[in-house]
């Protein structure tokens, strides 16, 4: 580990590169202001390691924050599998075992990247030793859990990485949404299907083992829709659910259906499955209010549909817009009119809005007191569905 982290801080850089330093040095005059140095600790090597070690690198490109992030170090329990993915993603130092890093004085940030059974031991020790605290979706395995999570973290700067708020187009539906556009809200629509839970080597995964993971579909798939409604539409009052394994001997949910009534008064349904067979990451919502209605599908980032009942009738139709800006949200962060951003760039901007709001000693969401929310409906959805009844949140 110390010789990896050693060639990673001197390593002699190419010529051309090295001649491009030298140069800039000789020329430039204007000194930057100096940022205060974050160093994270990450624990995960995964898939989702890897959007978060992005964002890591890209955030400080797009968002004017002063803070400067250092992938200080990154733990995960494959050796090899580990090195591999520190020289790639550029963290400075590797360790097999997490618990003797959390508390080290020189970590600022502990970034939480792995199976769900294992983010209250990591995020209780990181909040003990007074770090900033990043988790994973969802926040635990149980509202028992995240309810101890959350308590943890209640004076620390936290975030649950709910990165689909920041797709534009959402966050373009809950600005229009605040502005009255929609009017009165009668029917929030959402589902999530992907077509995971049909490949049998899938179901070999953490994934898809309670011990692991806590539940299947449930907490994959249906904890991003929540988040999402309790984001463009509020509270969830109470829930009628059903659950279903279609695999044979799996011991965790394979799909989910919800019927939900909404604290604004507006009625809601969910559906998530990983059996939607064509479906590769069909996340979406349907909102009709009395003034028009929105729709969004996360295959289709960077459009939202909109149809405004205000127009003329002769005019009304649904209108497929574009969330490129200009004056769209996140426009003038990233790029041009017309150009498309991509699932990269939500972690890019949840990160980017957590660094504003810590910069300025304000609130962020979603945060851990959010990812206790989401955890106590999902709970209420496998309460309800082993008892057949309507249950409260």
Not at 4 to 24: M, Y
Not at 61 to 80: G, I, Y
Not at 93 to 108: H, N
Not at 230 to 247: C, K, P, Q, V, W
């Amino acid at each position: 580990m110390q010789k990896f982290a050693q060639v990673e801080q001197t390593g002699t850089p190419p010529r051309g590169l090295r001649r491009c330093v030298i140069l800039s040095c000789q020329i430039s005059t204007h000194m930057p202001e100096r940022k205060r140095q974050l160093n994270i600790a990450m624990v995960g090597s995964g898939f989702i390691a890897r959007a978060h070690s992005n964002a890591f690198h890209q955030v400080g490109h797009f968002f004017e924050v002063p803070f400067s992030l250092c992938t200080k170090v990154v733990c995960a329990r494959d050796h090899q599998k580990l090195q591999a993915f520190a020289q790639q993603w550029e963290w400075q130092e590797t360790a097999l075992e997490w618990e003797s890093v959390v508390s080290r004085k020189d970590i600022d940030v502990v970034d939480i990247a792995v199976p769900n059974a294992l983010h209250a031991s990591i995020a209780l020790a990181a909040a003990k030793a007074g770090k900033i605290v990043l988790c994973e979706k969802p926040l635990a395995l149980t509202v028992e859990e995240a309810a101890k999570m959350a308590e943890a973290v209640r004076i620390l700067p936290n975030l649950v990485w709910f990165n689909y708020r920041r797709v534009p187009a959402i966050a373009l539906a809950m600005q229009w949404i605040e502005e009255g556009r929609l009017g009165q809200i009668f029917h929030y629509r959402a589902y999530y299907f992907n077509q995971s839970g049909a490949d049998p080597a899938k179901g070999q995964t953490w994934r898809y083992r309670r011990s692991e993971a806590g539940s299947g579909a449930v907490g994959d798939l249906l904890s991003h829709l929540v988040d999402t409604a309790r984001y463009l539409n509020g509270d969830i009052s109470e829930l009628s659910a059903m659950t279903h394994t279609f695999a044979p001997q799996r011991d965790v949910d394979d799909a989910a259906l919800a019927m939900a009534r909404f604290a604004n008064g507006s009625i809601g349904s969910f559906e998530a499955s990983r059996f939607g067979v064509g479906r590769r990451n069909g996340n979406g919502f349907e909102i009709y209010g009395s003034k028009g209605s929105l729709a969004f599908d996360l295959e289709d980032m960077n459009r939202l549909q909109l149809f405004d009942a205000t127009e003329p009738a002769a005019l009304q139709a649904t209108k497929s817009m574009l969330v490129t800006g200009p004056d769209h949200p996140y426009s003038a962060i990233f790029w041009k009119p017309g150009h498309l951003v991509g699932y990269e760039h939500t972690f890019i901007a949840t990160l980017g809005d957590f660094l504003v709001t810590l910069a300025r000693q304000e609130p962020f969401h979603p945060n851990f007191d959010d990812g206790l929310k989401t955890q106590k409906i999902i709970a209420a959805v496998e309460a309800s569905a082993v008892s057949g009844v309507w249950t409260r949140v």
